[in-house]
């Protein structure tokens, strides 16, 4: 049973950055992909950035590019977002995921979810 647990969530204020983590685990293999979603009060939730296997390609929000970067970790089945330049809209619950059937940009792409860590900016 693969589990996903995320940190690095806080508070910020505009123009700063934050890092958050994602780890799998329990996961008999790397996931062919990975990704981070959001979610603001009120709203649907939304596609960030994604990872895919190797981690030769990956997905962003047109909201995010220039701004966010995804990765893999350095640890098995890790990934990273790393958040610049942070803007009071990117404020919500972020929430990491795996798994996925192509695109694997949607939210119904993704098939394993974590809990979720809030990001306030302010």
């Known amino acids: 049973h693969v589990q996903l647990v995320e940190s690095g969530g806080g508070s910020v204020q505009a123009g700063g950055s934050l890092r958050l983590s994602c780890v799998a685990s329990?996961?008999?293999?790397?996931?062919?992909?990975m990704g981070w979603f959001r979610q603001a009060a009120g709203k649907e939730r939304e596609g960030v950035a994604v990872?895919?296997?190797?981690?030769?390609?990956?997905y962003y929000a047109d909201s995010v590019k220039g701004r966010f970067a995804i990765s893999y970790g350095n640890a098995k089945n890790t990934v990273t977002l790393q958040m610049n330049s942070l803007k009071p809209e990117d404020t919500g619950m972020y929430y990491c995921?795996?798994?996925?059937?192509?695109?694997?940009?949607?939210?119904?792409?993704?098939?394993?979810w974590g809990q979720g860590t809030q990001v306030t900016v302010s």
């Open positions: 995921a795996a798994d996925c059937v192509p695109p694997g940009e949607d939210v119904g792409d993704f098939s394993v």
């Open positions: 990872i895919y296997e190797g981690g030769g390609s990956s």
């Open positions: 329990q996961h008999t293999s790397t996931p062919n992909c």
